[in-house]
């Protein structure tokens, strides 16, 4: 395994939001109530990304004044399984994708029958 790749936080969290620029409009217009930050160390190991919160499909009309879903993206870990630059972000690209897919409802199974 190669070494941790070096990118800063900056730019760690630029290519998340170049990640999130290229979802489809009509799915971030319809995307509520979340939050998209950059964590550096997750929770747990082997977490790349993790979404908290109430998916859009199991919100009903009793979904008021909640705090807004979280989405984690763990630099260190995806820095730590790259070997280049651009592998660091087509899996910052994956991972995003990964955990709004949660945001949408889509559990890791479905996903991965997806591809991703």
């Given at each position: 395994m190669a070494g941790v790749i070096e990118v800063s936080r900056e730019k760690f969290e630029e290519l998340v939001a170049d990640a999130l620029d290229t979802i489809p409009p009509?799915?971030?217009?319809?995307m509520d109530n979340v939050v998209v930050v950059v964590v550096d160390d997750p929770p747990e190991?082997?977490?790349?990304?993790?979404?908290?919160?109430?998916?859009?499909?199991?919100?009903?009309?009793?979904?008021?004044?909640v705090l807004p879903d979280r989405i984690e993206i763990?630099?260190?870990?995806?820095?730590?399984?790259?070997?280049?630059?651009d592998d660091v972000v087509q899996e910052v690209r994956?991972?995003?994708?990964?955990?709004?897919?949660h945001h949408f409802?889509?559990?890791d199974d479905r996903l991965h029958t997806l591809g991703w």
């Open positions: 009509e799915l971030t217009k319809v190991p082997d977490l790349l990304g993790l979404y908290t919160g109430i998916p859009l499909t199991e919100r009903g009309d009793w979904y008021a004044g763990y630099r260190n870990p995806i820095r730590s399984i790259c070997e280049t630059e994956i991972t995003v994708v990964h955990e709004i897919a409802g889509i559990d």
